[in-house]
């Protein structure tokens, strides 16, 4: 099940590892994608920390983290094309966790709560 954050990014876990990527949501905002900056693998991260920048024809954009732990890797198929963000941003992934604290999950919003708040920006 994925869950997001008010920044827009999303996420799945398997295991205790947290998968994490940005919504259509965001990507439709942002216009087409032309470059990502992505964030270091082994780098220990907290909850709302600034890990990767993404920039299109209309804006740039910090990407923030919804968990905290340890990236374990990083979708470097995204730095040769940035722009597979614009046709299927939900189920490409920009970064990969190993999470420190299960429960922050708790705090983030399921997708029916994520249209709802999406909905009212």
């Known amino acids: 099940m994925k869950k997001y954050n008010e920044e827009h990014e999303w996420v799945t876990v398997e295991g205790d590892v947290a998968t994490i990527g940005v919504s259509k949501y965001a990507i439709d ?4 994608v032309t470059f990502l900056e992505l964030p270091e693998v082994d780098s220990d991260i907290s909850t709302g ?8 024809v209309k804006a740039a954009s910090d990407i923030y983290t919804p ?19 614009n046709e ?3 189920n490409i992934f920009i970064f990969k966790v190993k999470l420190s604290d299960v429960s922050e999950l708790d705090s983030l919003m399921d ?5 709802k ?5």
């Open 29 to 32: 905002q942002l216009g087409d």
């Open 49 to 56: 920390d600034s890990v990767a920048f993404i920039e299109s």
């Open 67 to 85: 968990v905290s732990g340890t990236i374990v890797e990083a979708n470097e198929d995204l730095l040769d094309a940035p722009e597979s963000l």
């Open 88 to 90: 299927d941003a939900e």
């Open 111 to 115: 997708e029916e709560a994520y249209t």
């Open 117 to 121: 708040f999406i909905e009212t920006l």
